[in-house]
């Protein structure tokens, strides 16, 4: 429920980025203007708007500024909160409020040598000493504190036993969570299906999937390098022959292509014997491969994830893995020059496609069923709450922000 259970320290990074000074439209509205009261808590108007941005960056509106709606959404914390107060939920014995204090007082010292360290120039105590000052300064003209940071944990603890509360103990059942997966899943074989959508969305923009489709494998690598002039002249006979596909231009590619090869011979010769005799691929790859991929755990354990149709490989890369030679797992593949250098790629595994429940997709759907439900539980309460909480809006200011918004 409590979108903003972030912690000063968490926010030292982007407000480093921000004291470096961005250049901002002209704004002829006074953005100290209080716009809202909850329960006699101001907001003003520029609180209003940090609050719109941070409901946009996180999912909960399309547009921003929605105005509107973060009234509504800071008017619904101000009940909750009147709530929690009134129900005794900030009530902590001593040792609660000790631990907390201590907690505030870590990540208070953690905000401070952040920013120390982001500005500091000479490595001095007095240069140290002065920063912290500086530190303090900034973090408290912004609004950020220790006793508030002590304040939002308190709070967050408080919410925590709040939705404990509503949600009575609930704990979906095997038939709620599969019911879930079944119908989510079906919107992303739908939407997945394709390779092609699949990886755009998945690997370029990040987006969950619970849909793998068919036709995957896990695939090690090892990239050869290769001296940069025989690299330069095969790309320049790529492109070539990709402008005109002729059969000279066929041809001036596999010569560069194999004068490539043959200034690695050595190397894939040693890579072949190695392995005909039972070697490790995880300790040729120590040996000989320049992949900074290569060097990740997860990585090396799953291996990349190709298919005949991706879209996010070097299409050479991809040849390699799907060479003749390429079967079955434990297999590898011939040399294939491509744009990094020689791909010589082995067969790690087949990834199995369809909708497959994991333990992070079951509990994923699990948090989602009791969030629904602590949800549901709440806006059962609100009515009654929300008669102890009175909420003022400045309808004029209102509109003068929503007008300079637009003129901007």
Known sequence: MNLLKRTLALLVALMMLLSAGVALAENTFDMSRIILTVNGKEYSADY????AYQLYNYGYVETYPDYDYTIEYLYEQGVIE???VDAGYLNFTAEEEAAFANEAAREWEDALN???EYY???DTAEARAVLREQAAAYYESNGYSEAGLLENLKMQAAWEKLDADMTGGYVPTEDEIQAVFNEVGAQYAAMYADVGMHEFYTQYYGYESWYMPEGYRGVLQILLEVDESLLNAYAEAAEAYETEATEANKAAVDAAAAACVASRQEAIDAINTTMANGGSWLELIKEYNIDPGMEDETNLAEGYAVHRESIIYDPQFIAAAFDERMNQPGD???PSVGDYGIYVVYYLRDIPGGLIMTDDIHAEIEE???GNAANNAYSAQMGAWAEKVEMV????????????TVAE
């Open 48 to 51: 209003l708007d940090n609050m």
């Open 82 to 84: 009147s709530h929690l």
């Open 114 to 116: 952040s920013y120390v």
């Open 120 to 122: 500091l120039s000479e």
């Open 332 to 334: 590898w593949s011939n």
């Open 368 to 370: 989602y069923l009791i």
């Open 393 to 404: 809006c400045d309808t004029d200011a209102l509109a003068e922000l929503k007008a300079q």
